[in-house]
């Protein structure tokens, strides 16, 4: 008899899992002497979903095709197979393969996959159980991490202008700052938001005081920063938004917010209500006094608390007919209206609040001020490549007519940026367009975080590997794709430093 195997994992913290599957599949075959013919392996892939298991998509697409040398499926137990949380859900891509003529057999289970009465009864049993753990698990960790949040521990996200994140250990003893893309390695380490440099701290409270106490508007105060030469914690210059966001975060007066949104069990990505947000107040060093935080707050809450939901769509409506379009980036530069998050709050949703004004739209036109930003981006991160090439003894240059890098005079870079689009799964994906009619010897590809706001990560694709002029990223590629990832570009520069050579004579 011939078989194909299927092994998966959930996280990469798991190497050895697919080891022991495929270890305990092989005793099994062995033993019924059975060869196995084929390998279907998802490694660090969730079992909630079919979506990202590539692995087992091409297992159901060859046996749907009839594209196989083999009569048996071996999978280690039921919930290798899948913890989907609709029981039917994991049923239904096993009947695929029944209907086929190929029979499913978990390897581990105390019962014969043979159609029984008993074994359907216990198979039904055991995949509500796969599907349960993962609910069980959900629930734990989330209480785990409202936890952290109690504690005063940061669980993601940039520190933000006159913040940085501060990395600690078991003891609380502090190990450093984190820069711009760093991250934890030991998992018992934990990062908390201590104040940042006086000059910032400086900027953050005066702008508190000019819009309480002077009246003045997020506009007026972002004029004059940039007026000022004062650039954003992501080097960028000050908009009504962003000056906005600092006035409303309560993270200035040491309070650490937490479940804003959720996404459990993969599920769509949700809003939640501010009852359901968990907040510890105080655990932070705050920066900003809570006097004038909350009197920044009441200003910003009256715009929108004393306006009447006809004012408020009629603000909305003028917008409209001004703009010809509408998105939160659009309502939030607006001076003179509430923001995005009021509306929403108010309606329900942006989107109600769209059609209750005769907006519809047929795509999220967010993207046209993302690329406005992600164009300003480009030459920022051209310097900082150059600057770091520069730093470690390369001589770097730009080639105006091309905008590609030369390096050494010895190959060339090109930098793209990809912007981070979610699906409406909550899913993030990236879609990379490759300049062929370039044909730089490197790619730098610059992987946006889910706000496009600040690079989430590098990528360093060889001319050689540049398959196609267009690729298509997930959070997790497997590692024909992101083998070429890197947290950083200090590999890139450390490579690309000259050596010198000592000649003997």
Not at 14 to 25: C, G, L
Not at 70 to 82: A, N
Not at 302 to 319: I, K, N, P, T, V
Not at 362 to 373: F, G, L
Request: aromatic content about 8%; charged content about 30%.
């Amino acid at each position: 008899m011939r078989a194909a195997e299927y092994v998966r994992m959930s996280t990469d913290h798991q190497k050895y899992s697919t080891e022991n599957q495929a270890d305990a599949i092989r005793h099994y075959a062995a033993a019924r002497g059975i060869e196995i013919v084929r390998t279907y392996a998802d490694a660090g892939k969730s079992g909630l979903k079919i979506e990202g298991r590539d692995a087992l998509k091409q297992l159901i697409e060859d046996v749907q095709s009839g594209n196989t040398d083999y009569t048996t499926v071996l999978v280690y137990d039921i919930s290798r197979w899948g913890r989907f949380q609709d029981a039917d859900e994991s049923a239904y891509y096993e009947y695929i393969c029944k209907r086929a003529g190929i029979a499913v057999q978990y390897c581990a289970e105390q019962f014969e996959n043979d159609g029984s009465p008993v074994s359907t009864i216990v198979k039904g049993v055991k995949r509500a159980m796969a599907g349960e753990y993962s609910r069980e698990l959900s629930t734990k960790v989330f209480a785990g991490q409202g936890r952290l949040i109690e504690k005063g521990y940061r669980q993601g996200g940039p520190a933000g202008f006159g913040l940085r994140r501060t990395l600690i250990d078991e003891t609380g003893t502090i190990k450093g700052v984190l820069g711009r893309g760093e991250h934890k390695s030991i998992q018992t380490d934990r990062v908390i938001l201590t104040p940042g440099p006086d000059e910032e701290i400086a900027v953050v409270q005066e702008v508190y005081r000019a819009f309480v106490h002077d009246g003045r508007t997020e506009r007026e105060i972002a004029v004059d920063l940039n007026s000022r030469g004062i650039q954003t914690d992501l080097g960028r210059p000050w908009t009504r938004g962003t000056v906005h966001q600092l006035l409303i975060n309560e993270k200035y007066v040491g309070d650490n917010v937490w479940n804003r949104r959720s996404f459990k069990l993969k599920k769509k990505r949700v809003r939640n209500a501010p009852d359901m947000w968990i907040r510890a107040p105080g655990v932070f060093e705050g920066i900003v006094e809570r006097d004038l935080f909350d009197a920044a707050h009441s200003i910003i809450h009256a715009r929108s608390f004393r306006l009447s939901d006809a004012e408020m769509l009629g603000a909305l409506q003028a917008l409209y007919d001004r703009k010809g379009l509408l998105s939160g980036i659009i309502i939030d530069e607006c001076d003179g209206m509430p923001s995005s998050s009021a509306y929403s709050s108010r309606f329900g949703s942006l989107l109600r609040a769209y059609g209750l004004v005769g907006f519809t739209p047929d795509r999220d036109y967010r993207y046209i001020a993302i690329n406005r930003a992600l164009r300003r981006l480009h030459p920022d991160i051209l310097r900082q490549v150059l600057e770091g090439l520069r730093d470690q003894g390369s001589d770097a240059w730009q080639d105006l007519a091309t905008d590609r890098v030369v390096v050494n005079d010895e190959f060339s870079l090109s930098i793209v940026i990809a912007r981070c689009t979610p699906t409406p799964t909550g899913l993030l994906r990236w879609k990379l367009r490759f300049d062929t009619s370039l044909m730089p010897d490197i790619t730098i590809v610059v992987r946006m975080d889910a706000d496009n706001r600040a690079p989430l990560d590098f990528y360093l694709f060889p001319r050689l590997d540049v398959a196609s002029d267009r690729v298509r990223l997930a959070e997790e590629n497997g590692l024909s794709l992101d083998a070429y990832r890197f947290d950083t570009l200090d590999y890139l520069f450390d490579i690309a430093a000259p050596i010198s050579i000592v000649e003997a004579v």
